[in-house]
């Protein structure tokens, strides 16, 4: 299939329709779901498709029972928290952290909606876009294109378009907006907010930086998964990417992290959104310019997630095994240290070009950083 021309927003509702046929139109799409899909509930999106006229037709009658049955075979619990910062007719920038190419923004919609409250609208990067199924999938879904290909004045134009558009998603109460805080995940688990984000999201306002962000109505989200399906995946990157500086990841491999990332057990998720940035950014006055204001708003953002990430025992003996100590055995018992370093050895065993244990190390770092970044302002 061809790469899609560029388009920033989503399908509107009156595209839907034609979408939807399209999208059921494709033998590889419905040969898909068959692959996670109970026969019964494959019955029933069949039958349902043609009962979606809008997008929030389609997430409730197709996206929402998938997800269920994803959750049931690949988390053990799934829960949110924070929702006393969230007001239901407001509309706000969700900044989150990164774990899952496909499920971190799928199942913020779950609790939104759950919980009382609309859907949010998505970004992804154009990277996941580049066949038509996928574009159709994202689209109906809400979602609108992060570019991150083209000339650097091709670069400027859409993120000047981009910054617009979600400022005035927001400003006009018309959709709250989820958006990563880096470009892709933080494969080694050190959440980090990109101040090119940031200075990308500000491209839309005035000289007043200050004033433009309290307008955003940001929110951090704190994304926390006990276990990351794709953590050896990313680990062997790391280890290819170090043999090969080089060695690049292509659209197969994006596929099959999603594909990955949705069957993989996960066991426990947690969403926590956390305090909205409004009263904090009076401080971004004091900056003696407008990169020092992006850097502390970075920072303001990354300290909310950091000290609401929900922390489990596998990140509590991943530091300990990093360290070779006990420092936080009263966080887990002796049962949960034993299943943990099997746990461990056995990713391992699975990694090639590792004679150093340097994929060893690298695991064991991705799941103690949330640990670190959270003690880093105790």
Same mark, same amino acid.
Request: glycine letters at 4%; hydrophobic letters at 40%; aromatic letters at 10%.
């Given at each position: ?68 049955? $994803? ?19 407001? &509309? ?22 759950? %919980? ?15 066949? &038509? *199924?996928? +574009?159709?999938?994202? &689209? ?25 558009? *979600? ?14 805080? !880096?470009?892709? !995940? ?5 959440? &980090? ?25 940001? $929110? ?35 596929? +099959?992290?999603?594909?990955?990332? $949705? ?41 909310? *997630? ?19 100590? %006990? ?52």
């Amino acid at each position: 299939m061809e790469p899609i021309p560029y388009r920033l927003e989503p399908f509107r509702d009156d595209e839907i329709e034609a979408a939807i046929a399209e999208l059921f139109s494709y033998p590889a799409f419905t040969e898909g779901m068959k692959m996670f899909l109970p026969e019964p509930l494959l019955q029933q999106v069949m039958l349902m498709k043609d009962q979606v006229h809008t997008a929030t037709d389609f997430q409730t009658k197709i996206v929402a029972p998938f997800l269920k049955v $994803i959750q049931k075979i690949s988390i053990k619990e799934l829960s949110a928290s924070g929702f006393e910062h969230l007001g239901p007719s407001e &509309r706000y920038l969700f900044v989150s952290n990164h774990r899952d190419i496909v499920l971190d923004s799928a199942f913020l919609n779950i609790v939104l909606f759950e %919980n009382g409250f609309d859907t949010s609208q998505i970004a992804i990067g154009d990277n996941l876009m580049m066949h &038509r *199924i996928s +574009e159709l999938l994202f &689209r109906i879904n809400k979602s609108f294109v992060v570019r991150r290909t083209g000339t650097a004045r091709e670069l400027y134009s859409s993120s000047l378009q981009m910054s617009t558009y *979600i400022h005035q998603l927001i400003t006009n109460k018309l959709d709250s907006v989820w958006i990563a805080q !880096r470009e892709g !995940r933080a494969k080694d688990g050190n959440d &980090r907010t990109q101040v090119g984000l940031l200075t990308m999201l500000s491209l839309s306002g005035k000289k007043d930086i200050k004033q433009h962000f309290q307008n955003l109505n940001i $929110i951090p989200l704190a994304i926390s998964y006990e276990y990351d399906p794709c953590a050896l995946l990313k680990t062997q990157e790391y280890l290819n990417k170090r043999a090969d500086p080089e060695v690049k990841k292509s659209f197969k491999q994006d596929v +099959e992290y999603m594909l990955l990332g $949705i069957k993989g057990q996960k066991g426990r998720v947690h969403f926590h959104f956390g305090e909205l940035l409004t009263d904090q950014l009076e401080a971004l006055a004091e900056a003696d310019n407008s990169k020092k204001q992006l850097e502390l708003l970075a920072e303001m953002i990354d300290q909310s *997630i950091h000290q609401n990430y929900h922390l489990w025992p596998v990140n509590y003996i991943a530091y300990d095994l990093l360290h070779n100590s %006990n420092t936080y055995k009263t966080h887990y018992t002796e049962q949960e240290l034993e299943w943990h370093c099997r746990f461990f050895e056995d990713q391992v065993k699975q990694l090639q070009q590792d004679s150093d244990d340097a994929g060893y190390t690298y695991l064991l770092t991705m799941y103690a950083n949330p640990l670190i970044n959270a003690n880093s302002y105790h």
